[in-house]
C-alpha cells in the first residue's frame, strides 16, 4: 500500500481555513464598502448641515451687504482645518464674502452654482441657499477635503486585515483542534489498514470510536478483518490439510514407485540368466547337432536364437530405462555442439550404408549430465536416421531457439513421420507407431528421453505428419 | 461730556449728510437709493411688529414721507412680494395726517425740519421709522442709513425700537452701530 500523498489533516485544515479567510475577506469588503457609503453620506450631511449654520448665520450679513460679519461668520470655518475654501454670494449669485478670506480666485467660483453637493476629486462640494423667513438673500458655497475619508478607509483596512489575520489565527487553532476530531480517528484507521495491508497480520483491530461515519467505517473494517481473519485461518488449517495429504501422498507414490522400479529391475536382470541360458545352449546345439538336424529344424534353432537375442535387447532396453530413472544426476555444464557431433560420429560407424544429410543450427552450452544427455542426441538421431530409412538421402536438421527462458532443441527429419493423433503416445513405454517389420526397435528409446528431459526439469513433444518428416523438441531450462 | 459727544456726532452727521448730497443727481446715487430700497424691504424679514398692529391678510405697508428718492427701485423690489402672508404695498405720504396704518416709515431727507414733529407723531406706535443719518438715530428715530468707507451701513436706536414694541433681530443689530439708551428729545 502507498503512502498518500497529502494528509487528510492537511485538507482538513486547509478547507477550514480557505472558507473562513475568503468569508472574512468578503465581509472586510463588504463591511469597508459600506463603511465608505455611509462615511460618505456622513460627510455630506455633516458639511450640509455646517453650510445651514453659516447659512442662517449670514442672512443678515447678506441683506444688508456687511462684508466684514460675513467674513466673520465665514473666518468660524479656521476651526477645522479640513475646510479648504467657502463663500457666500449675494441675492444676484454674486461671490460677496470668501473664506479664507480674499482667498485666489479659482478657490472659489465668481457666481453660485446649483443647490447640492458633489464629490471632486478630493473634495466635497456643498452649495445651498441662504434664505431668511423663506425668502432667499443669498447663496453659500462650502469645500472639504476628504483626508479624513481617506484616514477612515485606511483604517477600515487596517482593521479589516487585523481582523482577517487575527482570525486566520483563531481559524488555524480551531482549525487544528477540529481536524485532530476528525481526522485523528482516520489517520488511527489509516495506520490500522497500512499495517494490515504491510504486516498481512489480521489479528488487529482499529478499536476507533466516533458517532460519525469514520466511527461506522472502523466498526465495518474491523468487522472485515474479524471475517477476513476467521477465512485466513480457515485457509492456512486447509492449506496445512492440504500439505500434510500431498506429503503424505507423496510418500505413498514414491515408495510404490519404487518399489516398482526395484521390482522391474529384478525381473528384468532375473530374467536375463535364464535367457542367456537359452542363447548360449541354442549356440551349443547349433553347434553340435547341425549336421544331424534337417533343415527345418536348423531354421528352428535360429528362429529361437534370433528370439532370445531379441529379448535380451528388451531387457537390457529396460534395465536402461529403469536405471535412468534411478541413475544420479552428475550435472555439469555440456557443449551440446560437440556432444551432438560425437553422437552423429558414433552413428555414422553404425549406419556406414546410409546416406544422411546433416544440418547443424548454432547449439549453447547447457547444465546437465552429459552421459544422459549425449543418450537424449543418440536416441533422437537414431530414430531419425531409422524412420527416413526407407526414402534414400535422409536429412536431418538439429537447431536449437531460446523460448520463454528455455532452450528448445529440435531435431527435424524428412522420414515418414506420424500420425499426429497418436502424438501424445510417441513418449510411452513400448508404444510403437509403426511396426517392428517395419522398422526395427523396441519401443523405449523416446520414453528413455522423455525421462531424461523431465529429470533435467524440461518438456518433450513431437510434430509431424504421415510422410511429411517429424520434428521432435525438447526444452531445457536456461 | 455727553453733550459734547452729541454735538461732535451732530457734526458728523452733517459732513456725512453734505458728503451724502455731495453723491449729487446721477447713477451714484440711484445706485445708493437702490440698496437702500433693498435694506427697507429687508427690515421686514429681520423686524418684528406686535401681533396686533399687523392683523391677517392686512398688507405689509412700507410708507414714504417727504420727496420720495427710490424712484421706481423700492417699487420693483416690492412687486408681488408678501412677508408672512402679507402682501407688501409701498405708500406716500405728503402730512402726517395720511399716515395711518404703516410698518416702515421712511423719512426723506426733505423732512429734516419737521423730523421731531413726525417722530413724535409716530411715538408709542409700532412703527420702525428710517430716516437718511446718524443723526436720525440719535434723534429717536428706530434706523439710519450711514455711508462710511463707501459702504451703507446701519444705525439703530435699540430705546427707540423698544418704545415702539418692534423686536429687532439680533442678526440685524450685528450689522449695526446702537445708539441712544433713552429717546432723545430736545
New interface residues.
Given amino acids: 500500500m502507498k503512502a498518500p500523498r497529502t494528509t487528510i489533516r492537511n485538507k482538513l485544515v486547509k478547507a477550514m481555513m480557505l472558507t473562513s479567510t475568503t468569508v472574512l475577506l468578503l465581509m472586510g469588503v463588504v463591511f469597508v464598502a459600506h463603511d465608505i457609503v455611509s462615511f460618505r453620506r456622513f460627510l455630506v450631511e455633516a458639511l450640509v448641515t455646517r453650510a445651514n449654520i453659516l447659512a442662517a448665520n449670514s442672512t443678515a450679513a447678506l441683506a444688508f451687504r456687511n462684508l466684514e460679519d460675513a467674513t466673520q461668520v465665514l473666518d468660524a470655518l479656521k476651526a477645522d482645518p479640513r475646510m479648504i475654501a467657502a463663500g457666500l454670494y449675494d441675492e444676484r449669485g454674486h461671490l460677496f464674502a470668501t473664506y479664507p478670506p480674499g482667498a485666489p480666485s479659482g478657490g472659489v467660483p465668481a457666481e453660485s452654482g446649483p443647490t447640492g453637493h458633489r464629490f471632486d476629486k478630493s473634495d466635497l462640494i456643498v452649495s445651498q441657499p441662504v434664505a431668511e423667513e423663506g425668502r432667499r438673500v443669498g447663496a453659500i458655497y462650502l469645500k472639504s477635503d476628504l483626508l479624513e475619508l481617506d484616514d477612515r478607509v485606511r483604517v477600515d483596512v487596517m482593521v479589516v486585515l487585523l481582523a482577517v489575520l487575527g482570525s486566520i489565527g483563531v481559524a488555524f487553532a480551531l482549525s487544528t483542534w477540529l481536524q485532530r476530531r476528525i481526522a485523528l480517528p482516520v489517520l488511527d484507521l489509516a495506520k490500522v489498514v497500512q499495517s494490515v495491508s504491510d504486516d498481512k497480520d489480521y489479528s488487529i483491530r482499529s478499536k476507533a470510536v466516533g458517532d460519525d461515519e469514520v466511527g461506522v467505517l472502523a466498526e465495518a473494517f474491523d468487522e472485515m478483518l474479524q471475517e477476513i481473519q476467521t477465512r485466513d485461518k480457515e485457509i492456512r488449517l486447509l492449506n496445512a490439510d492440504l500439505e500434510r495429504r500431498v506429503v503424505a501422498r507423496t510418500a505413498e507414490f514414491e515408495a510404490a514407485n519404487k518399489e516398482l522400479e526395484a521390482f522391474s529391475y529384478s525381473v528384468s536382470h532375473d530374467l536375463r540368466a535364464p535367457l542367456r541360458h537359452i542363447d548360449g545352449f541354442v549356440e551349443l546345439l547349433t553347434k553340435h547337432a547341425s549336421s544331424t538336424l534337417d533343415e527345418k529344424g536348423r531354421r528352428h534353432l535360429a528362429t529361437i536364437s534370433g528370439a532370445a537375442r531379441k529379448m535380451g535387447a528388451l531387457i537390457d532396453d529396460l534395465l536402461a530405462f529403469s536405471r535412468m530413472g534411478r541413475a544420479e544426476m552428475r550435472k555439469t555444464s555440456v557443449n551440446l555442439a560437440s556432444l551432438a557431433e560425437e553422437v552423429v560420429q558414433d552413428l555414422k560407424v553404425d549406419a556406414k550404408d546410409r546416406r544422411v544429410d546433416w544440418k547443424f543450427g548454432p547449439l549453447p552450452t547447457v547444465h546437465g549430465d552429459p552421459a544422459m544427455l549425449r543418450l537424449v542426441f543418440q536416441n533422437l538421431f537414431s530414430n531419425a536416421i531409422k524412420y527416413s530409412g526407407p526414402r534414400g538421402a535422409a536429412r536431418i536438421e538439429v537447431d536449437a531457439q531460446p523460448q520463454n527462458g528455455e532452450i528448445v532443441v529440435s531435431v527435424r527429419d524428412n522420414g515418414v513421420g506420424f500420425d499426429p493423433t497418436y502424438a501424445h503416445k510417441l513418449f510411452g513405454v513400448f508404444q510403437r507407431l509403426h511396426g517392428p517389420t517395419e522398422f526395427e526397435g523396441t519401443g523405449i528409446g523416446l520414453a528413455n528421453v522423455r525421462r531424461i528431459v523431465s529429470r533435467h526439469g524440461g518438456r518433450t513433444w513431437a510434430e509431424g505428419a504421415i510422410g511429411q518428416g517429424a520434428t521432435f523438441y525438447f526444452s531445457l531450462p536456461k | 461730556m455727553l453733550v459734547l459727544a452729541r454735538r461732535a456726532l451732530i457734526l458728523t452727521l452733517v459732513t456725512v449728510l453734505n458728503s451724502s448730497t455731495a453723491f449729487g443727481a446721477g447713477a451714484k446715487l440711484t445706485q445708493e437709493y437702490d ?1 437702500k430700497a ?2 427697507l424691504f ?1 427690515f421686514a ?2 423686524v418684528e411688529w406686535p401681533a396686533e398692529t399687523l392683523p391677517d391678510k392686512a398688507p405689509f405697508t412700507i410708507g414714504i414721507i417727504g420727496n420720495d428718492p427710490f424712484g421706481k427701485s423700492l417699487d420693483e423690489i416690492v412687486a408681488n ?1 408678501t ?2 402672508g402679507h402682501k407688501l404695498v409701498i405708500r406716500r405720504f405728503q402730512n402726517l395726517g395720511q399716515i395711518d396704518s404703516c410698518q416702515i416709515l421712511f423719512i426723506a431727507p426733505s423732512e429734516g425740519k419737521r423730523l421731531d414733529q413726525l417722530l413724535s407723531h409716530l411715538d408709542r406706535r409700532s412703527v420702525l421709522t428710517v430716516g437718511d443719518s446718524r443723526d436720525f438715530a440719535l434723534r429717536s428715530g428706530i434706523i439710519g442709513f450711514v455711508i462710511s468707507d463707501k ?4 444705525v439703530i436706536n435699540l430705546a427707540a425700537a423698544n418704545a415702539a414694541k418692534l423686536t429687532i ?1 439680533s ?2 443689530l ?2 449695526s452701530e446702537i445708539v441712544g439708551p433713552a429717546p432723545v428729545r430736545e
Avoid at chain 2, 151 to 154: E, P
Wanted: glycine share 0%.
Fill in positions: 440698496l433693498t435694506f429687508h424679514q429681520f412680494e412677508i408672512e459702504r451703507l451701513r446701519l433681530s442678526k440685524l450685528r450689522q
